[in-house]
């Protein structure tokens, strides 16, 4: 008797796995350098703290927006094809029948099994078959702009609250270098995971995300510093 394999691919998590991870990473990177530059114009800690919540908010709610906008763009153009695909199939099955089976003949099947795969597939259902072989359309990776904006603004938060707790309990006259060490240690851990649950190299991941954010982050402190020296 035998037994059904099943793969659970890492492919699968793309979709919610790209929000998550952007969305945590500008939350850590942005609200830190906007505290990191403010904390270096300014040294009154409730400044520093309503900046942070600010570009918190601010941050969660761009991030989403942005999200939802690009990805539903992406939804529109697939529903575009898909609809173009379906007035083939009404009105050129035959053709549409032969662009299937020549897909298989391409990858190395002959061609009197890749025209009866393609009956069979034409059966079942031809849309999903012609979208999955000809645009590339899963349903793992159908755009889907609502779990994608939804992803991208609490991940954001979640990833701001970090260098937003430092300020609550860091000593003022340490907040910068506390709060530039936490977040890196936070952007480190963020890329390692990232990395893990997608299957990806982690040390490659966090030395990544970490540089990135080093840079990010001694940018805006050097800005702050010239405008705190400034004033």
Do not use: C
Not at 157 to 175: E, K, Q, T
Not at 188 to 211: H, P
Request: without cysteine; charged residues 15%; hydrophobic residues 50%.
């Amino acid at each position: 008797m035998s037994r059904l394999h099943h793969e659970n691919h890492l492919v699968s998590r793309i979709g919610w796995l790209r929000a998550a991870v952007l969305g945590a990473n500008d939350g850590i990177v942005s609200t830190a350098s906007l505290i990191v530059g403010v904390a270096s114009a300014s040294s009154e800690s409730s400044e520093i703290l309503v900046a942070g919540v600010a570009g918190m908010v601010a941050g969660a709610m761009s991030m989403a927006a942005g999200e939802y906008v690009s990805v539903s763009s992406q939804s529109d153009t697939e529903q575009a094809d898909l609809a173009r695909e379906t007035q083939e199939l009404a009105t050129q099955p035959e053709a549409e029948r032969e662009e299937l089976a020549r897909f298989y003949v391409n990858r190395g099947v002959e061609i009197e099994l890749a025209e009866r795969v393609a009956d069979q597939l034409m059966k079942n259902n031809a849309l999903e078959a012609h979208a999955r072989h000809e645009l590339g359309l899963s349903e793992i990776t159908t755009a889907r702009p609502v779990v994608a904006a939804l992803t991208s603004a609490l991940t954001f938060a979640v990833g701001a609250m970090m260098p937003l707790g430092m300020v609550l309990v860091a000593p003022s006259h340490i907040l910068v270098m506390a709060v530039s060490i936490a977040s890196l240690l936070f952007l480190a851990l963020l890329g390692a995971v990232g990395a893990r649950a997608g299957g990806a190299n982690i040390l490659k991941a966090t030395v990544r995300v970490t540089f990135w954010g080093a840079f990010a982050m001694a940018l805006t402190a050097g800005i702050g510093a010239l405008f705190g020296s400034a004033g």
